[in-house]
């Protein structure tokens, strides 16, 4: 896949964009904490990813234990772990999850910088044709604590939405200098999983979440929206965009990691 260059002149520094296959979970959170380390070094890096298999996930403060079914999930052929980000569950499955690691202080505060990643997400959307847009607040008003409820249930401000409903649901965790954010954009709504797989749960219920294929028909293919993405990071950013892998010290690190990420004890903490 080749992507474009954003806009922004030689001078400037440019965006870091690496475009990964599906892998499983433990594997992709990794690589995400992994890439904070880069980002303490002053680098931005935008990363575009699938999951296989499909995979609940948890927000770090959120209270999963006894409130979800690990059983059920495996016999299902679903994994289960916690983020490094907050938030509450979300299943990964038919997405594109993005995230983006970046210098803690190169956007300002937590909401600034949630606000300036989302703006970007949200152009590159509209570029595919969806009508995407950001959710406004009269005051500003504090996250929600962690609950049992899907993420995907509650729109709230500054999130990317589309018909009312969230297509993007995000998080941020900053840690050492560094920030990762990363959230999953819809390709078909299937958050339904999260409330099926709840300790004692009756079966699928609706959550009203919104997904890609009900705004594009057809969806356009991952490379295509990988290049509208990175572009309209690159517009946002004011950056041009260079296409890279991992380094040799981001795997290592992501490899030394990723056991954090298939440790029950981390996932079922609370």
């Known amino acids: 896949m080749e992507l474009s260059r954003g806009r922004g002149s030689l001078n400037e520094p440019s965006l870091r964009c690496l475009v990964d296959g599906p892998a499983r979970g ?16 002053g680098g931005v890096t935008l990363r575009l990813y699938g999951w296989e298999p499909g995979c609940l996930s948890f927000g770090r403060n959120q209270t999963a234990r006894g409130r979800y079914d690990g059983t059920r999930a495996a016999r299902r052929g679903i994994d289960v772990l916690r983020r490094p980000t907050g938030g509450r569950a979300v299943f990964h499955h038919r997405e594109l999850t993005y995230s983006v ?20 997400l949200a152009a590159g959307l ?14 500003a008003e504090p996250a ?12 709230l401000p500054g999130e990317v939405v589309a018909d009312g409903r969230k297509l993007i649901g995000s998080a941020q965790w900053r840690d050492g200098g560094a920030l990762l954010q990363h959230g999953s954009l819809l390709l078909y709504n299937d958050q339904h999983t ?24 057809p969806v356009p293919d991952v490379e295509t929206i990988c290049e509208a993405l990175a572009d309209s990071f690159a ?15 981001e795997r290592d690190a992501a490899e030394q990691a990723r056991a954090h990420y298939e440790d029950d004890a981390w996932t079922w903490r609370r």
């Open 26 to 41: 433990a594997w992709n959170m990794a690589v995400d904490e992994a890439l904070m380390d880069s980002a303490r070094a």
């Open 194 to 217: 999260v409330e099926d797989l709840r300790t004692g749960g009756a079966g699928p219920v609706d959550v009203p979440a919104a997904g890609l294929s009900e705004f594009l028909d």
């Open 144 to 155: 929600p604590k962690p609950t049992v409820r899907a993420c995907f249930r509650d729109p």
């Open 126 to 139: 509209r570029d595919l044709g969806a009508a995407a847009s950001i959710v406004g607040a009269k005051r």
């Open 101 to 120: 690691a970046a210098p803690a202080d190169e956007w300002g505060g937590l909401r600034d910088a949630y606000l300036k990643i989302n703006r970007a």
């Open 235 to 249: 517009a946002e950013l004011g950056r041009g965009v260079r296409r890279e892998d991992l380094t040799p010290r």
